[in-house]
Each structure stands twice: as structure tokens, then as C-alpha cells.
């Protein structure tokens, strides 16, 4: 029976923060095991740029102290988890008074608006696109012309957003070239607000839908072609069916199930991919400040970040692996086999 | 309120000695399948005529890949790709399904004809409680329905073949096979069609679960009074359940008379060796059939198409195609060993 047992939920709950764990001792570890740490290295820049600075060693003790990089490694560990699960992120190295999580705040909204809108139309429509490509009873010349979408398929979504840029933005200056909304709009539930939003978030958004939705569509064509070999198919027609009952209940609900665990295993990739798109678009989201961190050397907010995007990409994972026993009745919660 | 009326059509199908011209559910005439491959037409079904009268049960018998399944393919009108009907008539209640198209087609599918599968295992769609399955089909042709009424029609269904109220709600994977099998039964005949197509009801399942699907199958007949073709090659079944045996052979049939006719004395050379072969009738014998030796189903075979295989094969036979004779009383056959009084010639 496909009922949520609680064993189930607590197993795929404990695999959510077994993740998230590991992924937070990665963080901890990798910077450790740089040459150099990081805080001498900002002080020594400000050197650099200031000429001199007094009492060098003793500004970097008390920063040491204030990001909780003193003591030793297993008391930094401990006082590092103990803030994470208290979401202390800490402070910016670069920008000091400002925190860590105050970054992440302002920009997670646009990359987990951006990134989850792109990936559902890129999913649909790529899926849709894949089913109809497969489905005998469309006529051939629709099922001609459809792979056209997916022309873009084999370019790299970065290409297309820079193609995107300097033809709509710069050359014809259709659509802007970077930001999440204009200037002088205020922020808010007011039209002025929602359109300019729509109008700085459609580029971003098409160059993950235009050239990821194919990966969709080829998937589903072949479940397609398998599934409309099923026995069940031959009943659904023998059944005197309609035509678009079989295409979706039968066809596209059963052909669906494959798709829906390449997505949870495509996630990481797709919050990679999402990143360079805010970087090529000026998209203050938390990949354009995690650009902006990297390149200033701001190890906090590089690791604020990136815990971010564990955290979000383990968190998605777990919500479709409660979602699957429930479209398809086979798996079922209580032996946790998903 | 059908139920009545059916019975009483059965009562007379069996006051009545010889079927009546008029009483035929299902008229084929001609029928024939190919399927296209690269090497020429596979011809699977190849000038297939036979009747089926109201409220009566035609067993479908012969080797695989004689043509049974791709027969009651046609029927349905589900020939799949590269296959074709190339010619001949499905007339279902006067109607030529053959000529159907679109929604006629659709309309007549399971309102006058269904299907009870062969992969009975895969047949039912897995994402889908079984009580679905059989309302997606009485809503498609009966349009709204309160849900009530509905529910109350399915667990009679359910509970005329011998099913629990709760496979209701269970999911294909829930059900034994042949729960799964008896669940395809209670949907074929959620429509009260004329006619149902069991394509080797039993041959998936188990010894002991093929007899509950074999008696599940007597129930319905003998209730409902509905036409059937079973299609198998149980002998076992056939003996229990059908009324009149096909023997079919290389895309024909070749013999075809009232079962217990047909277990007395097999006329035709095939059916001799078909039913000596099976265990359950006589002592165990070893199959005598000569494998390998069948003719190419895509080269059009001058005369007989068992020739390569008959122990009595004559020259006419090398020339003539047999036609199918009555040689005893509604017992037909397709073979020069007898000439037309059905005396044997040697
Ligand atoms: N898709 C196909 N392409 C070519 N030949 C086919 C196809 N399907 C069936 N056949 C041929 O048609 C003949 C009849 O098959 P079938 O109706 O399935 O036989 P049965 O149900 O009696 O076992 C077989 O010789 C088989 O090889
Ligand atoms: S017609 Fe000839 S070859 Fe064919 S079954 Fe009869 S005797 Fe055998
Ligand atoms: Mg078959």
C-alpha cells in the first residue's frame, strides 16, 4: 500500500542531513587543507594596498578569533557545525560587518525562483515535446516539425545565453542585459514590479529551458516508444479509449516515472548549470555573488554559499523521493526501496 | 434486466439443433492478415472464414505463431504495424468492422466487443487502482455516472468473478496472477458486450489457478449468455469450456466442428496429430509432430499447407488447395483424404 510510513520518512529524513553533513565537513575540510589561510592572506593584501599596516600579527589573532579560525581543529569543527545548525554563517571577509546569511537571503529568492521555474518548463515542455515526437497518433507532420525545438539541444547553455546577450540585449536592446528588475521600480506586489521581473528573468530562463529541454524530450520519446509496446496500451486502444485519455493516463503517466528520477539525479547538475547562467546574465542570484566571493577571496561567503546549494540540491532530492511512491504505486514507502 | 433476455437466447441457441443463419454474432469472411517485413508479406492470417452464433463458445486452437493471436487482433481491429488487414470481412451484429474508422471504431471497441488479454501480467495499466481501470471504460461510453452507482456496478463485477470488494482499490502489482487475470474478466464484461476475445486466458498462470480462471470463465458464459472465442491451446480448458473447436494451422483453419465431435474423430491429418500429442486426453505420447518442416508463411504454397508435414500427403494435395467441407453433421474439414461424403479415400 502506498502509505507514507514513518519509517520511510525518517530513513530518506536521515539521508537528507547524512548529506548535508557530509557536504558541510567538505567545506570545513577543503580550505584547511590549502596552503596558507585565508585571513593572513587578506591582511597581507591590505598591506599591499595600504603600504603598511600596525600590529599586522595581532589584527590577524583577533580576525582569527572573530571567524572562529583559532583553537584547535576538532573545537573549530565542533563551534562550525554548532553555527551552521544555528544558520550563522558568519561574516564576509571582503565586506566585513556584513553577514554571510544577509547575502544569501537577498539572493537566494531569484536563484531558487529562476532555477525552479526554468527546470518545471524545461521538464514539461521537453517531456511534452518528447511524448507527442513519440505518439503514432499525432499527425506526422507536427511530429516533424517538433525537433526543431530542439535545435539548441547540442549547444552549450552558456553559448546560448552569450548568443541571447548580444543579439537581444545589446544589439537590439529587447531585453536587458543584466540585473533581476529595473531601476526605480519599487519592490512589491505592484505590476510595474511583477513585469520588469519577468522582463530581467526571461533571458536566464530561456537559455536553460531552450537548450537543457531536449535532454527531457529524447528521454521521453524512447520511454514513449517502450511504453506504447506495453500490453496495457493494446487494452487502453481495445478498451475503445479516447485518444488523449491513453496519451496521458496511460502513455505519458507510465513513461513519466524514468523522467521524474533522471530529474532528481540531474538536480546537481542543474544548480550548477544555473550559476554560470546568473554569472552571463548579471543575475544577482547565488551564483553571481558566489563569482563575486571567489574572486575576492571571500572564503565565508563561498562557503555560505555553497552550503546553500547543498542544502537546496538535498532538500529537492528528498521532496521528489517522497513524491515518487506516490506516481508510482510499486515502490512503496514501507520497505523504503526508492 | 439483460441478463434475462440473455438467457433466453441462450435457451434457444441450445433448444435449437443447428444454428440459424440469422443467430450469427460474428460473420468472418476472407480474413486476411500480413504482416510486411523486409523479405515480403508475412502471411499470418490467410483466408480465415468462420461463424460465431449468439451466446455461443468458439475455442481457437493450433501450435504458436499459427495466427490465433493476429485473428483476434483483426477482430479488434489492433493489427500493430507492419501488419495489415489485406482483405475480407469482420461482420460483428451486421456491422463490417473492417470498414470501421475513428470513433465508430472507437465506440464499437468493448461496448460489442472486448478483450480478455493474453499478458494478463502487463495488461492492466500499473499506476492505476483496478477500479479505475473499469471506470475510465464505463464512463468513456456511458458518459457521466454518479460515482455511487458506479462503485455499486464494479464490486458486482468484481464479485461475479469471484474477486474480494477490496481489489477495488489494489493496484495491478497488489494481485496474483490470476487475481490480475479475473480482474481483466470482471472489465471485459463491465459493457455487456456481444462478444469476448479470450486470447490464452489461462496459458500464464499456474495448473491449479488456470482451472479457477477456466471455471471463472464457465461462470460468466453460462450468466451472461455472451459469445466467446477463447483462443488456446489447453485441450483441457477447451473440453470444459467451448461449445466449437477452430484448429488452426500455417494462417488457416483447417478443421472446425462441435467439440465433442472433434475429440471423438479428428478428421484432418494436423488435428490427429495435435490431439494425440496431448497428455491429458490420451496416454502420454511424444509429440509426433515433425518440427522444422513448416512452410515459409511468405511464399504463397501451391495446394495443401500441412503437405510438408502430412504422413498421408497425396499428389493432389502438391496442386489443390482443400477446400473446407462439411464431412460429418457441422464437423468441417479441409483435406483430399475425404471424398464429399466423408468417406476416407485410403
Ligand atoms: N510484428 C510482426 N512482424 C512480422 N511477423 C509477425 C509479427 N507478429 C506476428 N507475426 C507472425 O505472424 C504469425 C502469427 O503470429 P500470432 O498471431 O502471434 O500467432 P499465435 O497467436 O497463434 O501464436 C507468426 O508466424 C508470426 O511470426
Ligand atoms: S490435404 Fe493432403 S496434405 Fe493436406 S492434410 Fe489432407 S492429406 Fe494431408
Ligand atoms: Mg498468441
Redesign the interface.
Known sequence: ??ELTLGYFLRRLGMWLLTIWIGATLIFTIPRLAPGDPITAMVERMIQQAGYIENSADLIEAWRARFGLDGPWHVQYRNYLLSMVRVDLGYSLANFPARVTDIIGRSLPWTLGMVSIATILSFGAGNLIGALMAWRRVPAFIRNILPVSLTFTSIPFFMFGILLISFLAFKWKIFPAFGNYGRGVEPGWNLDFILSVLHHGLLPVLSIVVTSMGFWALGMRGMMVTTDG???M?????????SR?IFW??GI??SM?PQVTALALNLGAVAGGSLLVELIFGYPGLGYFLYQAIISADYTVIQGIVFMLIVGVATAVLILDLLYPM????ITYSKGQA | MTAATTIDAMDTVMVDSGPSEQDAVLDIRNLQVFYATPSGDVRAVDNVSFKVQRGEIIGLVGESGCGKTTTAMAILRLVQPPGRIAGGEINLDSVNLADLEGDDLRETRWTKLSLIPQGAMNSLNPVMRISSQIKDTIRTHEGRISNRELKERILQLLQLVGLPSRVYDMYPHELSGGMKQRACIAMAIALDPVLVIADEPTSALDVVVQRVVGETLLDVKERLGVSMIVIGHDMGLMAQLVDRLAVMYAGRIVEFAPVESIFNEQLHPYTQLLIESIPSIKEKKPLKLTEGLTHDLRTHMQGCIFQLRCPHVMDICREENPPMRALRSRHETACHLYDDDGIRLH
Do not use: C, H, T, V
Request: proline share 4%; charged share 35%; glycine share 4%.
Open positions: 500500500m502506498s506495453e500490453d496495457y493494446i487494452l487502453a486502444n481495445a478498451k475503445g479509449l479516447r485519455r493516463f496511460y503517466r507510465n516515472l506516481i508510482d504505486p510499486r
